[in-house]
């Protein structure tokens, strides 16, 4: 007799118990990795353990350096919770152990991406024919997306990249912005097409590419081109004018991709939509879930409007594969085999919210960007260094690149929220990204006096410049 439930109940259990304090507890973990592994580590036992008792010592093991990504206060990266219908699905995800390769081991897994889709496409406006992957994240998406955009070039210089490689292949041209995300160049580089290759194309101070640059450096790329755009700057939020830069990938026939890992959300709302005008002219797309959906880690689609290429490029082909004809197989859009069934998070996250819960919860963040910007740049000194278009906040607190430091390390050090800093032009600053459900306006406030206070200790008592 197998219980197949055994661990559940002592798994829900503490779920229950850190999702309960997630509001509370300290943003930032207690020990380091080498704390953990002083709980947990030691050589693999002989003899098993019972399932509750596993659970039970792996959470006592983990707690202390488990972060509070999740919770209301973590502005570091772009992190994003889980709302609650995605995370109960996400669970029975594990319990269903669905393998969404094909359709013939797991027609609901099947549905649910085709449905899902459906959903994804129709909240950003992009076309409807359009296939989608449900890959692990941003990088993964944008490495699926530039693998269809290199078949598609090639294919047109009359080259089959998926038999032939890229060994004598007819050169190609890749434009991308120079604030273009570090996941396009790791892509770049997982595609042979090296990391170092792009011609970089100048951006103006918000990050944002120049069109007039980009058409002037197709005007001296000839043959097959790609072109990498990007809704929503990973540090500003700032979007790439897609309108002239479709125009010109247009008249140049390039490929045009765009990494909205994030920022593509705002197509979903109607307050922001005006930062998308465009984007649809694209021919591929890269947006996570687990960012801004809110849905748990891992869950990412990768959108390309020419699902030829995408099959092309991502296909599963071998003599043991049954294919059932007419239905779809998640593995031919995506670079894994086997994989679980993460569409279905994704499913519920879009259902618990609809339409308007997706545009609400997108507006709502960025307001409280807004807000948060509000209160740090009334902080003495202090500049707030990007147009707050989205749900980013660049601060600069007074005293150097080394004050700005310390005011990031005091922060962490505080724990009420959780942030982290990057070079901007040249200066080291402090990043927010609002990015939660569950975040609310007092949160940011809270966090915004803990913010101030960390600049004030790092300036000392009497505001003088003590580093
Ligand atoms: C986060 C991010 C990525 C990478 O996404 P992952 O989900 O971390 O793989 C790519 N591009 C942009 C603009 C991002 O913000």
């Not at 008792?53 to 350096?65: C, N, R, S, T, W």
């Not at 996941?183 to 194309?201: E, N, S, V, Y």
């Not at 960012?291 to 891992?298: C, E, F, M, R």
Request: charged share 20%; hydrophobic share 45%.
């Amino acid at each position: 007799m197998h219980d197949r439930t055994a661990g559940l109940s002592a798994a829900a259990r503490h779920a229950r118990e850190f999702l309960g304090g997630l509001d509370d507890r300290p943003v930032a973990a207690r020990v380091d990795a080498a704390g953990v592994r002083d709980a947990l580590g030691g050589p693999l036992p002989d003899r098993g353990e019972a399932a509750d008792a596993v659970i039970d010592g792996l959470v006592a093991g983990v707690e202390p350096g488990l972060v509070a990504t999740a919770g209301p206060r973590h502005f570091g990266f772009v992190i994003g919770g889980a709302l609650p219908a995605a995370l109960a699905a996400d669970w029975l995800v594990s319990a269903w152990d669905q393998n969404a390769a094909f359709h013939s081991l797991s027609p609901a897994a099947a549905a649910i991406e085709e449905i899902t889709s459906g959903w994804t496409l129709d909240l950003f406006g992009l076309p409807k024919t359009a296939s989608v992957g449900f890959v692990t994240g941003g990088q993964g998406a944008n490495t699926t997306c530039l693998a269809a955009a290199r078949h598609a070039v090639l294919a047109k210089a009359g080259w089959n990249v998926e038999d032939d490689g890229l060994i004598g292949a007819p050169p190609m041209h890749i434009l991308c912005g120079e604030r273009a995300h570090a996941t396009i160049d790791t892509a770049l580089r997982q595609l042979g097409l090296g990391a170092r290759t792009p011609i970089r194309i100048e951006a103006d101070d918000q990050g944002r590419m120049r069109p007039d640059a980009l058409r002037d450096a197709l005007s001296h790329a000839a043959g097959p081109t790609i072109v990498c755009a990007q809704a929503g700057n990973v540090a500003t939020g700032a979007f790439d004018a897609f309108e002239p830069i479709a125009d010109a990938c247009t008249a140049h026939g390039a490929w045009l991709h765009v990494d909205g890992a994030f920022g593509l959300w705002a197509a979903a709302a109607p307050a922001l939509r005006h930062l998308t005008v465009g984007v649809e002219r694209a021919d591929s797309w890269a947006v996570d879930a687990h960012k801004w959906l809110n849905v748990p880690y891992d869950g990412a689609m990768a959108i390309v409007a020419d699902s030829d290429a995408h099959v092309a490029a991502m296909g599963l082909a071998g003599p043991y594969l049954v294919a059932d004809p007419g239905q779809r197989d998640g593995t031919n859009y995506v670079p894994e085999s086997s994989r679980r069934a993460r569409a279905f998070p994704i499913y519920a996250a879009l259902r618990s919210l609809g339409r308007t819960g997706v545009a609400e919860l997108i507006e709502r963040n960025c307001a409280q960007a807004r807000r948060m910007a509000e209160r740090l740049g009334a902080i003495p000194g202090a500049r707030i260094v990007n147009d707050v278009v989205l749900n980013q906040v660049l601060v600069r607190l007074p005293g150097g690149d080394d004050a700005n430091r310390a005011a990031v390390a005091a922060v962490q050090r505080d724990g009420t929220c959780w942030l982290g800093g990057t070079t901007w032009n040249d200066e080291y600053m402090l990043r927010v990204s609002v990015s939660n459900w569950a975040t609310t306006d007092d949160d940011v406030d809270r966090s915004a006096e803990a913010i101030a206070r960390a600049a004030q200790a790092v300036r000392g008592p009497a505001g003088a410049e003590t580093l």
